[in-house]
């Protein structure tokens, strides 16, 4: 390996109690709001086919018009007390809030630009009372930020002329003071997400970015940055020169999932997701595959069978309503995560064989293995491989079935656990199973199915 000036500072996995929290999240809310929901999708009576909150760079939306939406943000339905319940029920651990999106309109009355909801008809703080909701809830806040800004003089994609880098300059300094406003301003807040950053000019910033970097985890002890930030002195994002992961988590899964675990190259990960298919801002009229909440739980399951965490995006329309097809998401999966979280919270990956019923999940707190779901054998016996010198003390169905599970060895350490007739397979199914490692005779083992 090479000897890198701002490449990544940790081998490994962060061991500290503050990602040991993040890594135990499981679920997250991502909030997408912005000025791109007044329009949702929409100009002059055309359809934006692209997503949402880039609408600002279609070429049938003028730019002054859209730099002049902020004239008309007056979100009376806003209630971040009820998004913040939503979520409590849904599930959520964690929520990642839009500060500032890729146009530049600051959700909070930032002191370095006029372009924020201080020079709005709603004239308030919107991220302040957003934060005091969720953590009130419980819920750990995260504030997404994006470094490109359409709206920012200085803001550059690449450095052609002098001028280019005298305006930079600028715009560096800008973007400093903001993300140290933020810190000050929101100081319960648990990491950044950050966005925006694949720009030449950014990339080019090695040393700056990470001086910033390091300065905001001073700011802030324990914060917790992803990999999306900064480049090194090579121009390498996400995994540095020698192939080490930048920050503290990985933030290439998006809208996008990994299949095995060798995907995750042993770090830390989440994955954010669009409830269609490509929309994050509010879209008032969605096309194509809109997913279910069965979906989005198998892609929840299978990111913590992985060692990852899972982020369903929400975008509110422009006075502030959570739109019903997501408000319907949030009660079906929250329904489910009812009686099945165990299976999610505090879990990850366990090197059992891999089977096609679908997922196995280690609780990190019980030691329980999780085993859901999704792919219900027509036998309804599910085949399990247990690793040579563990034994299965016990097996509970749990969630909305009931019943016993038969189990009945086939081979020397392979079972098929019987479900019970009548087992509701329309909704993920997941038996939670008690291990002992070692060789230990085990007490109580089930009864061998004749
Ligand atoms: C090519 C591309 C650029 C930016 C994005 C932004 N990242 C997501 C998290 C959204 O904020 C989207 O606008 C998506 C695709």
Same mark, same amino acid.
């Given at each position: 390996?090479?000897? *890198?000036?701002?490449?990544s500072?940790? *081998? ?6 503050m ?23 929409? !100009?002059?009576?055309?359809y ?6 880039w ?13 002049? *939406? ?37 959700l ?11 020079k ?66 929101y ?15 950014w ?17 802030i ?63 008032s009229? !969605? ?11 198998e ?37 489910w ?8 919270y ?10 096609? !019923? ?39 169905l ?19 656990l ?30 061998k199915?004749?």
């Amino acid at each position: 390996s090479v000897t *890198l000036e701002h490449g990544s500072k940790r *081998l490994g996995k962060r061991t500290d109690p503050m990602m040991g929290v993040w890594r135990n999240y499981g679920l997250g809310q991502f909030i997408h709001w912005g000025l791109y929901a007044i329009p949702g999708g929409h !100009w002059d009576g055309k359809y934006y086919s692209g997503a949402a909150e880039w609408i600002r760079s279609w070429n049938e939306m003028p730019k002054n018009a859209y730099d002049e *939406l902020y004239k008309v943000f007056d979100p009376k339905a806003y209630d971040p007390k009820a998004w913040a319940k939503q979520a409590k029920d849904m599930g959520a651990k964690y929520m990642i809030i839009t500060t500032k999106h890729h146009d530049g309109f600051c959700l909070w009355p930032s002191q370095y630009t006029d372009y924020s909801v201080a020079k709005s008809p709603y004239n308030k703080d919107i991220i302040g009372p957003m934060v005091e909701a969720y953590d009130a809830e419980g819920i750990d806040v995260y504030l997404y930020f994006s470094v490109m800004d359409w709206n920012h003089p200085g803001y550059r994609s690449k450095l052609e002329t002098k001028e280019d880098e005298e305006a930079y300059e600028g715009f560096k300094e800008f973007t400093r003071n903001q993300l140290l406003e933020l810190l000050a301003f929101y100081p319960s807040t648990k990491g950044l997400w950050f966005d925006g950053t694949w720009d030449q000019a950014w990339i080019q910033q090695a040393a700056f970015a990470d001086e910033l970097e390091e300065e905001m985890r001073s700011v802030i002890p324990g914060l917790i940055i992803g990999s999306r930030f900064r480049a090194d002195e090579n121009g390498k994002r996400h995994f540095d020169t020698n192939g080490d992961l930048m920050g503290d988590y990985e933030q290439g899964w998006e809208r996008k999932m990994p299949n095995r675990i060798e995907d995750v190259n042993g770090n830390d990960w989440d994955c954010v997701m669009t409830v269609p298919e490509n929309q994050w801002g509010y879209h008032s009229d !969605w096309k194509g595959h809109v997913k279910s909440s069965v979906e989005l739980i198998e892609m929840m399951v299978k990111a913590a069978s992985l060692d990852g965490n899972f982020v369903i995006n929400f975008g509110p329309d422009g006075q502030g309503n959570i739109r019903p097809e997501e408000s319907l998401i949030a009660k079906e999966v929250g329904e489910w995560m009812e009686s099945n979280a165990e299976a999610v919270y505090d879990c990850g990956y366990l090197d059992w064989e891999k089977q096609d !019923w679908g997922y196995y999940t280690r609780n990190r707190k019980t030691g329980n293995v999780n085993l859901v779901v999704f792919n219900y054998p027509a036998s309804g016996k599910l085949r399990v491989k247990v690793p040579k010198g563990i034994k299965i003390q016990g097996i509970d169905l749990i969630g909305t079935n009931g019943g016993t599970i038969d189990l009945e060895e086939i081979h020397r350490d392979e079972y098929f656990l019987g479900l019970p007739k009548g087992t509701d397979h329309t909704k993920p199914v997941v038996l939670v199973m008690k291990i002992v490692e070692g060789d230990a005779e085990v007490q109580g083992v089930y009864e061998k199915a004749k």
